[in-house]
């Protein structure tokens, strides 16, 4: 397993570099739909990377983020409210968030199933969901794909097209936008 509880140091001074500037702006203009002030949650937010890339898109949102790592989660700004949680278990009321993010979290969660039915819970009706990840059809995907199952971590990488089926077992339309061997996924939960 990657120890992340004692790498925060390192994700917070390389974290941003992952984050190219196709993906910045595809999360622009995914928050660029939300209302204002919307409560926006990162789950697997780790050293709260992705907070501050959505901060330099909106200054107005109202940012949580999750992760069962205290050591990354220690290294979040001060406008991000932290709390301890994995994907699988969130400590937040239905229906309370806006948006969920999950940027380069989604292949660590061990229940992919488990951490979706808990983020569609925790969205309001209409809620949206940004996921960016690595598809692992694609040469350097495949390979970051297996040095981490290597490490014994789960390695739960999906193919663009085929999370958005996933998702849409759970409610989500969703689209991707692919950039090489990254992908960004925006999804929306339909009407029950
Ligand atoms: C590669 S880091 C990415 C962190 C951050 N999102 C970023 O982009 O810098 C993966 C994060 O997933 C977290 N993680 C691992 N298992 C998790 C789970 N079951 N639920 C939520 N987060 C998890 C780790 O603690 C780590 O902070």
Redesign the pocket.
Known sequence: M?P??KLGWA?HRF?KR??PQEVRQSLCRFLDALPSEAKVL?????????CELSLACRDDLVLTA????KG?LQYCGEHVQTVV????TLPFDNDSFDAVL????LH????VDA?FLEIKRILKPNGMLFI?DFNPKKLKGKLIAKGEILLGEPGNFFEPSILATKLATFGFKANSEQYGYRYTLHAKMLPQ
């Open positions: 990657i992340f509880n994700f974290g992952i984050y990162d789950v697997g937010a780790g050293t709260g990377v992705l999750a992760d069962p790592a990354m949680a994995p994907a699988e999950m940027g380069e979290a660590h969660f061990r229940d951490a960016y």
